[in-house]
Nanobody
Framework: VQLVESGGGLVQPGGSLRLSCAASGFAFTRYGMTWHRKTPGKERDLVAAIGLDDMLTYYADSVKGRFTISRDNAKNTVYLEMNNVRPEDTAVYYC?????????WGQGTQVTVSS
C-alpha cells in the first residue's frame, strides 16, 4: 500500500488549495479514504472522509462548508479541495485508508496559511 500526497504549499488567508493523494498497491475502489491534519504538539485530527464513491462524505465542523473531499476511482486518487482557508488550517495534511486492523498513511504535505 502506498499513499502519496501532493499539492501543499503557502496560501494566503481566504485563498484556495487542492490536495491530491495518489493511491497504489490495493483495490482502491473497495475502501473509504480520509484526510487528517496535524500541527505541532497536537493530535492528528480527522478532517474529511469519503466512502466508496462521492455519495457518502463526512467533514469536521471546523472545515464544513469550506473543504470538499472527492475521489476519482479511475485515477486511484482522492482530493481535498480547500477554499476560504484560514491561518488555523496550517498543518501537515495526511491521506489515510484503513484495512482490517491496519491504518495506512502517506508522508504528508505541508499547508501553510499566511499573508
Amino acid at each position: 500500500v502506498q499513499l502519496v500526497e501532493s499539492g501543499g504549499g503557502l496560501v494566503q488567508p481566504g485563498g484556495s488549495l487542492r490536495l491530491s493523494c495518489a493511491a497504489s498497491g490495493f483495490a482502491f475502489t473497495r475502501y473509504g479514504m480520509t484526510w487528517h491534519r496535524k500541527t505541532p504538539g497536537k493530535e492528528r485530527d480527522l478532517v474529511a472522509a469519503i466512502g466508496l464513491d462521492d455519495m457518502l462524505t463526512y467533514y469536521a465542523d471546523s472545515v464544513k462548508g469550506r473543504f470538499t473531499i472527492s475521489r476519482d476511482n479511475a485515477k486511484n486518487t482522492v482530493y481535498l479541495e480547500m477554499n476560504n482557508v484560514r491561518p488555523e488550517d496550517t498543518a501537515v495534511y495526511y491521506c489515510n485508508t484503513h484495512m482490517g486492523d491496519t491504518d495506512y498513511w502517506g508522508q504528508g504535505t505541508q499547508v501553510t496559511v499566511s499573508s
